[in-house]
């Protein structure tokens, strides 16, 4: 064997034997973990949600998508994809997507929620205020949010003619996990 040979095997024999250590689980490690090829995944609907409720609106649509791979479009994939659209002002996917998972026969309230804000956001307010009531109706009249929401879109339904010191401006904003409320504007 030359010597260039047996310095080069030398040199990558450390490398090799690290490739074949377990990872480190050595919870003050400031490095992160190894890939664990003995792991269960996540359910990536979970990852969704937590994504979704991290801010993290374009990796929890990655992970709808993952988890739709396994389980399907389900409603609930739907929802979350949906709602994740909603918050990144995509207001037609949005509403594709949470019209399809309205279609459930238990769809959540939230889902209504969320499916009345997008109309109302589109200048739908008559059939928003129809979703939001059924949201209402459904969640018992206990979130205030949906509340507020259907209380809101209401107003908006029974405007008088156009007046200037009349005007508003409605922002949908989040108000907790899935859940979303419009408020006025506060002009500034």
């Known amino acids: 064997m030359s010597r260039r040979f047996l310095l080069r095997l030398i040199l990558l024999a450390p490398l090799c034997l690290a490739a074949c250590m377990e990872p480190s689980r050595d ?19 979970l990852v969704g949600d937590r994504l979704l409720a991290a801010g993290e609106y374009e990796l929890a649509i990655d992970a709808y998508t993952r988890a739709a791979l396994d389980l399907g479009l389900t409603p609930k994939v739907y929802a979350g994809i949906g709602t994740a659209n909603l918050q990144l002002g ?22 209504w929620n969320n499916l009345g804000l997008v109309l109302v956001a ?67």
């Open 122 to 188: 589109k200048g739908q307010v008559e059939e928003g205020a129809a979703t939001l009531r059924r949201a209402y109706a459904l969640d018992n009249g206990a979130s205030d949010a949906i509340r507020s929401n259907l209380r809101l879109a209401l107003a908006m339904l029974g405007e008088r003619p156009y007046d200037e010191g009349q005007e508003q401006e409605f922002q949908v904003v989040r108000s907790g996990h899935s859940v979303y409320k419009i408020r006025t504007a506060n002009p500034g």
């Open 90 to 111: 995509r207001l037609g996917q949005a509403e594709e997507q949470l019209r399809r998972a309205s279609e459930a026969p238990d769809t959540p309230p939230e889902v």
């Open 27 to 45: 919870p003050t490690s400031p490095y992160a973990p190894g890939l664990d090829p003995r792991g269960e995944a996540v359910d990536p609907m």
